[in-house]
């Protein structure tokens, strides 16, 4: 063999090397993809544990704004998945660090939990009952009329309306509970003002988490059970996306939409069992063309 041939499968063991080394992380959908209500989806757990063990960057991803960090990851160890504060981002520090960037020291009237009023006092913001700059609008069980109206007056006043997400309604153990998208609705009726939504599908919330694991979105995996959350946010910022089928969506819904997800598993359990036969190296070939992921399944 010529030095230059030698050189060369030198240098591509090395390129093959760094690929199965390259940093890479997944943000991961909470409410269908880890546990339905309060029962954990069987091989989440699983999966978690090897992310550990491999030391490979992750977030939990939630679009409800109810809870705070800490109350997440009661939740979570309640259910056997060990977590810390910082595992978890929500939509309501998305939002309050959304909106401390955009006018800091701000005022905010809100209709909402723990987890929203926390996070935006931790971002600098006051939460005030009348003249507000904004009125942020979260899941909870506090919504009444009399919030309403008052927060109908603040936004034909001036103050901008504000939605940690647009989720129509949330799966309980019972069926669907309005989600914070519902309650939306009403205002946005009433005033003809529409709202801004930074929980998922945006790419700022996403952004916002990559950016949390030092991991650019093309490194990083989004894996949701909801297409026109996690799979479109994670289409529209350039990361992998990866769909499970333990929550929402169904194998059989998936022609109707115009963008889809790179790869379709059953659950947690089934994508660590796909990625143990490959040692945990990234699922996605990191060259320029990007094939699909279902190249691998
Ligand atoms: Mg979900």
Not at 63 to 75: F, G, L
Not at 139 to 150: H, I, K, M, P
Not at 266 to 289: E, F, V
Request: glycine content about 10%; proline content about 6%; overall charge positive.
């Amino acid at each position: 063999m010529s030095r230059s041939a030698a050189n060369s499968i030198s240098m591509a063991s090395e390129m093959a090397r760094r690929t199965t080394l390259r940093r890479h992380g997944y943000l991961i959908d909470m409410d269908g993809v880890l546990y339905r209500g309060s029962a954990l989806i069987p091989g989440a757990d699983l999966f978690i544990r090897r992310l550990r063990e491999r030391r490979i960057p992750f977030r939990f991803l939630t679009n409800n704004s109810q809870r705070t960090r800490r109350d997440v990851v009661a939740k979570l160890s309640r259910m056997g998945v060990p977590a810390e504060d910082d595992d978890v981002f929500t939509c309501a520090m998305a939002t309050a660090r959304f909106l401390a960037q955009q006018k800091p020291g701000g005022t905010a009237f809100v209709i909402g939990e723990g987890g929203l009023l926390t996070a935006l006092h931790q971002n600098g913001y006051a939460v005030v009952d009348h003249d507000p700059d904004y009125v942020v609008v979260g899941e909870g069980r506090t919504f009444n009329l009399e919030l309403v109206e008052a927060a109908v007056r603040m936004i034909s006043n001036g103050a901008k309306l504000i939605a940690t997400n647009l989720d129509p309604n949330c799966p309980t153990q019972h069926g669907i509970r309005p989600g914070c998208g519902a309650m939306v609705a009403m205002l946005e009726a009433a005033t003809g003002i529409k709202a801004f939504s930074v929980g998922k599908p945006n790419p700022i919330m996403m952004r916002a988490a990559c950016e949390e694991l030092g991991l650019d979105p093309a490194d990083a995996a989004m894996i949701g059970d909801t297409m026109e959350t996690d799979i479109l946010g994670g289409v529209q910022l350039g990361m992998h996306t990866i769909l499970v089928l333990s929550g929402g969506t169904r194998a059989e819904d998936l022609p109707r939409y115009a963008f889809r997800p790179e790869l379709v598993v059953d659950s947690l359990g089934a994508l660590a069992t796909t990625l143990d036969r490959r040692r945990w190296a990234p699922p996605w070939r990191l060259s320029p063309q990007r094939p699909a992921l279902s190249a691998i399944a």
